[in-house]
């Protein structure tokens, strides 16, 4: 049986989007420099990548429904960074973000890859963006355990799959339906006649109904001042 998977390897002509929050920009900066180095090491060029700041991880989503109308955008990578409070504004954030990058990425047919960290604790978006020696060393690689550069490989997946599955042919509307179809566009047809040179003017068209009831007063009022006037 036919089996797909996508591999890490150079994308196809296109490029690759990648947004960033600037909210806990510490943590974040580290994702995309995780995300940079695994696209480099798979010959993603630099003008083949388009890096966006945006404020914070709520707004991931509009940035990433802008490029995933673009039809020469092959995925596109979401960091981000929410660590959780004293309120339970972390919750509505996360379950906002990741459900609307979903739709997008459903309705577009272009690959939104969530590397938004949810995180409890500081120490823990460290650890997933890095960790601790990554700032002081920059020697280290960027990619251990950096959930960017996950991010940047399941974009490459994403993509190179998209290019391998088999071409899907719409089926036709069943014969009532396209029925259906066809008279109401005769209808249409007729209704605007391009061969007839008469149009619809205001005129054609009753009043309306306040208008009505303004006129109808005004004639009550008319007949029955006549209506005095004979008896005098």
């Known amino acids: 049986m036919p089996t797909f998977e996508g591999t890490l390897c150079p994308p196809p002509k296109g490029y690759i989007a990648i947004v960033v929050a600037r909210f806990n920009r510490s943590i974040t900066s580290r994702l995309l420099d995780g995300a ?18 945006v404020p914070g991880a709520y707004e991931l989503p509009l940035i990433a429904n802008y490029f995933a109308r673009d039809v020469n955008c092959l995925a596109i990578i979401c960091l981000g960074c929410v660590i959780k ?15 609307s990058l979903n739709d997008a990425s ?41 959930k960017g550069a996950e991010a940047a490989e399941a974009a490459l997946e994403m993509i190179d799959l998209m290019t ?7 089926p036709p509307l069943p014969p009532l339906i396209s029925k259906m179809f066809d008279q109401d566009d005769e209808e249409d047809d007729d209704y605007f006649d391009d061969d007839d040179d008469e149009f619809f003017d205001a005129a054609d068209f009753p009043p309306r109904r306040k208008t009505v009831k303004k006129v109808s007063k005004k004639a009550t009022k008319k007949s029955t001042k006549k209506s005095t006037k004979k008896k005098k």
């Open 164 to 170: 391998e599955l088999p071409r899907i042919e719409t």
């Open 85 to 99: 409070g004293e309120t339970s504004h972390d919750e509505h954030i996360n379950r906002a973000v990741s459900m």
């Open 36 to 53: 940079l180095a695994k696209l480099k090491k798979h010959k993603v060029h630099d003008e083949d990548i388009k890096v966006v700041w």
């Open 106 to 146: 459903a309705k577009f047919g272009t690959p939104i890859i969530f590397g938004v960290l949810t995180c409890n604790t500081v120490e823990q978006a460290i650890a997933r963006s890095g960790g601790k020696e990554q700032s002081r060393d920059k020697t280290v690689d960027p990619t251990a355990g950096n």
